[in-house]
Structure formats: structure tokens, C-alpha cells
């Protein structure tokens, strides 16, 4: 949490058992502000840039970051998420340039159940499915108008299984295989009408 420019001056507001202690950049702007009890962070933090935006607003119990918490950067949203115990739980929404481009979820601060994928107008373009932090199972690729592009499989967070790839008419357009991470078997290749038009040993 530390800023570039050093503090040269700090300030406290007390509300009952509470503490808000506030920190200042050099050039007076606030760079920090944390909400304590009995000395530790519980409650809101709010973590500026040195020009003054918020860059973090964090929420903490008995010094454990607990509770939803929003990240930024420029002044427009990067990550919003959830804190249980100090680690990720539940759904994170990640921006790009203030556009969403992902929603995610976590269990115990790793990956854990269906990651997906944005474009910048917001159409789904990828799925994908992750356990205990690792890429399992079916991982999907979309066109921008919905129809399916590719469909493959993971196994501890490796390719494994049968590649398809789709033509937007929804023809297949190949097909390969991978095994541990490891392209393997026959390669096909299909013209948009269907016809096979090329067969190789991976």
C-alpha cells in the first residue's frame, strides 16, 4: 500500500472507539485514509494515487481484509471483489478501461468454477472453467454474435482431450487432439462446406 511521494503529514478523526487516520503526499493530497480499531485497520480503507484518485477501497475486521473491496485505475474501475478472511471469495468483476471484459469466481483466494471472457460491446467470447485454481474441463470460444468457435478440454490446467474448431456457419472447420499438453493423434481440416480438405499426424 506504500505511494511514491513520501507523507509528510498525517491526521486522525476519532468516532467513539474508531479511528480514521488520514496520510498526505508532500504536496498535501490525500493518499490514504484507514479506519482503525484498537490500533489495527477495521473498517474502510480508502488508497489514493499521488494525484489524488482512488486506487483502492478496501473493507477490513480486526485487521483482516473481509467484506467487498474495489479497485481502480485513471479513475475508472479495475477489479471489483469480495474478501473473506483475506482471501478472494465469491464473484470478481475485471474492467478494461472501465468496460467489463471478465466475471470470475473464487474459493478460498484461488479460481474456482466459470471464468468468462468480454469483448469491448460486452459479447461473451470465452468460457472457461477452472478448480481449486487449476483449468479443468470444457473451455468455449464464441463469435461476437453468440455462435460457437471452438470447444476444447483442460486437465491441470494442460490441453487434454479433442479439439473443435467452427466455421461462423457452424461447421466444423478442424479437429486435433491433445494429450498432458501435448498435440497428438490426427489433425483434420474441413472446407466451409463440410468437405475434409486435409488429414495430418499431429
Known amino acids: ?4 511521494a513520501p507523507a509528510v503529514n498525517t491526521s486522525e478523526e476519532q468516532n467513539d472507539t474508531l479511528v480514521v487516520h488520514k496520510t498526505c503526499n508532500e504536496m498535501g493530497v490525500l493518499i490514504q485514509s484507514v479506519t482503525l480499531k484498537n490500533g489495527v485497520p477495521d ?3 480508502l488508497i489514493y494515487d499521488d494525484g ?4 483502492h477501497r478496501l473493507m477490513y475486521e480486526n485487521g483482516v481484509l473481509s467484506g467487498p473491496a474495489e479497485f481502480f485505475f485513471a479513475g475508472k474501475p479495475l477489479m471489483n471483489t469480495f474478501f ?8 470478481a468483476v475485471f474492467f478494461s478501461n472501465g468496460i467489463k471484459v471478465g466475471v470470475a469466481y473464487f474459493k478460498r483466494g484461488l479460481f ?4 468468462t471472457s468480454f ?3 460486452e ?6 472453467k477452472y478448480v481449486a485454481g487449476q483449468q479443468e474441463g470444457s473451455c468455449l470460444l464464441y463469435y461476437p454474435d453468440g455462435t460457437l468457435m471452438e470447444e476444447s478440454f483442460y486437465k491441470n490446467n494442460l490441453p487434454d482431450g479433442d479439439t473443435v474448431r467452427y466455421f461462423p456457419n457452424g461447421n466444423i472447420m478442424e479437429t486435433f487432439s491433445f494429450q498432458d499438453g501435448n498435440p497428438c493423434g490426427i489433425r483434420e481440416k474441413y472446407d ?6 486435409s488429414k495430418e499426424v499431429m
Do not use: H, P
Open 1 to 4: 500500500m506504500a505511494n511514491s
Open 43 to 45: 473498517g474502510e480503507t
Open 52 to 55: 489524488g484518485q482512488l486506487t
Open 84 to 91: 473473506k478472511n483475506g482471501l478472494q471469495e465469491g464473484e
Open 112 to 115: 474456482d468454477g466459470d471464468f
Open 119 to 121: 469483448d469491448a460491446a
Open 123 to 128: 459479447n461473451v467470447v470465452r468460457i472457461a
Open 192 to 197: 466451409m462446406n463440410g468437405n475434409l480438405i
